[in-house]
């Protein structure tokens, strides 16, 4: 089996409820592939939303959303709302910080927003706020380390 390459850049999303938003989740990125998919926008005020709409296995044993889920989830948004600012770099995440401010339900769809806070030469620094129905769920703040030019990355396995 060939493996595919898929560009760094998120695709669009031309079917389901998140038609219209792109994703990294559909090969691009093997984690949010499995545990996803995540989307993200850009609003007409130049923002940038993600969301997800987790299912049952994304609960955890009591019923509520995994904190592992949502911690996925808040990493992807975070490199959502710094995209424009990474440009064509690569970056990982380098410290993430959250609190849990009340419990999520599978069958709901979560939104965030955010914003950087702060880029320097090699650094970016953000934090946004995961809601679910207007009801925040999880506040965070992170730092992403540029680590290079981004390049293809391999994709799904291809017959």
Same mark, same amino acid.
């Given at each position: 089996?060939?493996?595919?390459?898929?560009?760094?850049?998120?695709?669009?999303?031309?079917?389901?409820?998140?038609?219209?938003?792109?994703?990294?989740?559909?090969?691009?990125?093997?984690?949010?592939? @499995?545990?996803?998919?995540?989307?993200?926008?850009?609003?007409?005020?130049?923002?940038?939303? =993600?969301?997800?709409?987790?299912?049952? =296995?994304?609960?955890?044993?009591?019923?509520?959303?995994? &904190?592992?889920?949502?911690?996925? #989830? =808040?990493?992807?948004?975070? #490199?959502?709302?710094?995209?424009?600012?990474?440009?064509?770099?690569?970056?990982?995440?380098?410290?993430?910080?959250?609190?849990? @401010?009340?419990? &999520?339900?599978?069958?709901? =769809?979560?939104?965030?927003?955010?914003?950087?806070?702060?880029?320097?030469?090699?650094?970016? #620094?953000?934090?946004?706020?995961?809601?679910?129905? &207007?009801?925040?769920?999880?506040?965070?703040?992170?730092? @992403?380390?540029?680590?290079?030019?981004?390049?293809?990355?391999?994709?799904?396995?291809?017959?």
């Amino acid at each position: 089996m060939a493996e595919q390459a898929i560009p760094f850049a998120p695709v669009d999303v031309t079917e389901g409820p998140f038609a219209g938003w792109k994703t990294w989740g559909y090969g691009g990125d093997p984690f949010e592939t @499995l545990t996803g998919p995540f989307f993200l926008r850009v609003g007409a005020d130049g923002a940038v939303e =993600a969301a997800t709409l987790p299912g049952p =296995a994304h609960r955890n044993g009591a019923g509520p959303l995994h &904190g592992g889920f949502l911690m996925t #989830f =808040a990493d992807f948004a975070i #490199f959502a709302i710094a995209w424009r600012e990474l440009g064509q770099q690569s970056a990982v995440t380098v410290s993430l910080t959250s609190e849990f @401010l009340s419990a &999520g339900v599978a069958g709901e =769809a979560l939104h965030c927003t955010g914003e950087v806070t702060r880029a320097t030469r090699s650094l970016i #620094f953000a934090r946004g706020l995961v809601t679910q129905q &207007g009801r925040p769920v999880l506040a965070f703040t992170g730092i @992403l380390k540029k680590t290079g030019p981004a390049a293809t990355q391999p994709g799904p396995q291809a017959p």
